[in-house]
């Protein structure tokens, strides 16, 4: 419809002076969370290896989207997409916990998904290697977006690779040791990770700490090799009967106990299933959601940190994104953990994101 034979509709800029833009202009990072690319908190999007060696970021997101070596309920590689989008927060953040911008301290990039594809392990795992070595020779840590916890074997692979010949530990928050000889003869099994990384070299058994085990798996057989190989672990028992501030910092100074550097491993069902139903094998008993991040703050802020993964998110069986949430803080506490480090050791802030825009709010 026309105000006038022969002219063209009026357009509701049309009243504002002529050049004028009545409406304030946003980037994409400070547009709200639900509208552009759908990058972990809207970051930069950076894929190319090259192009991330040139950026050089402390930081880089990187999706590892599989899940075919898992033993119960699918749909983990369903994880990264759920985990990037469960925020409702855009621009500059602030961590009320940690009293930092950590974005004012760390340059920190989405570097996309590894190229997986379904059916082909051995092929999943060798492209998720091959993407995190990229990023970890960039000089960015990568925090890798699960999938199943099969991944870790190949990202943790990878970051040793890249560390080398600097020693890795691993601290592991999991409700399941994940340390099988294999699961109905796959060798790489989500059940499997952390003996193939022992295996292969990639760290030493008495570097590997777990926090949070508990349920009825492993048998006896399983947690006899873990013993012949040093490993150590916190039972969910423990926790209740100490409390999980005091079992974190016995599992720090252990983590230290040789290695130069720490790769850090979050299976969501760490977490009790009442407060995060959406992953594969759920067991009840876990820990309190803030007992994590409060975790993974003292962890991250304690060591230095070469990697990080957080694993098991299914979307499929998630109700209102509170497992995706969970894991998606799992991140941000690291992120916010790592720039407290930062100032602390008196480096200068970067130039920020989005300088001068404050994040949306919440309600």
């Not at 190949?154 to 890795?168: E, I, K, L, Q």
Request: proline share 8%; aromatic share 6%; hydrophobic share 40%.
């Amino acid at each position: 419809m026309t105000d006038e034979p022969g002219r063209e509709p009026r357009g509701i800029n049309d009243e504002a002076p002529a050049g004028a833009d009545p409406y304030t202009a946003y980037d994409d990072f400070n547009l709200p969370a639900y509208v552009g690319i759908p990058s972990f908190q809207k970051l930069p999007w950076i894929t190319d290896a090259a192009a991330l060696a040139a950026e050089r970021p402390d930081v880089a997101i990187v999706g590892a989207p599989y899940d075919d070596s898992t033993s119960h309920r699918p749909g983990a590689r369903f994880g990264p997409r759920a985990i990037r989008q469960a925020s409702y927060h855009s621009g500059t953040i602030n961590s009320l916990q940690l009293d930092i911008q950590p974005y004012d301290w760390l340059n920190v990039v989405d570097a996309g998904d590894a190229p997986v594809t379904p059916m082909n392990i051995e092929r999943a795992h060798a492209v998720i290697e091959r993407k995190v070595l990229d990023v970890a020779r960039s000089g960015a840590i990568p925090i890798v977006l699960g999938g199943d916890h099969s991944i870790t074997y190949p990202s943790a692979t990878a970051v040793a690779r890249a560390v080398a010949p600097r020693g890795v530990g691993i601290v592991h928050f999991d409700a399941h040791a994940d340390a099988a000889n294999s699961t109905w003869g796959n060798l790489r099994s989500h059940g499997a990770p952390m003996r193939r990384l022992i295996e292969s070299g990639a760290v030493a058994g008495r570097n590997f700490v777990q926090v949070g085990l508990r349920g009825y798996w492993p048998g006896p057989e399983t947690l006899g090799w873990m013993r012949e190989q040093g490993m150590r672990w916190h039972l969910m028992t423990e926790i209740e009967e100490r409390g999980a501030e005091a079992v974190i910092r016995d599992a720090i100074a252990q983590a230290l106990d040789g290695p130069e550097v720490i790769y850090l491993s979050v299976d969501i069902d760490v977490i009790d299933p009442g407060m995060a139903p959406g992953t594969g094998t759920p067991e009840p008993g876990g820990m309190l959601t803030r007992e994590l991040l409060r975790a993974i703050r003292q962890v991250v802020g304690s060591v230095e940190l070469a990697g990080m993964d957080v694993v098991e998110v299914s979307p499929p069986y998630d109700h209102a994104e509170v497992t995706a949430t969970a894991a998606h803080r799992c991140v941000l506490e690291a992120i916010s953990a790592l720039a407290a480090r930062r100032r602390a050791s008196g480096a200068s802030p970067i130039t920020t994101l989005g300088e001068g825009t404050e994040s949306s709010g919440g309600g």
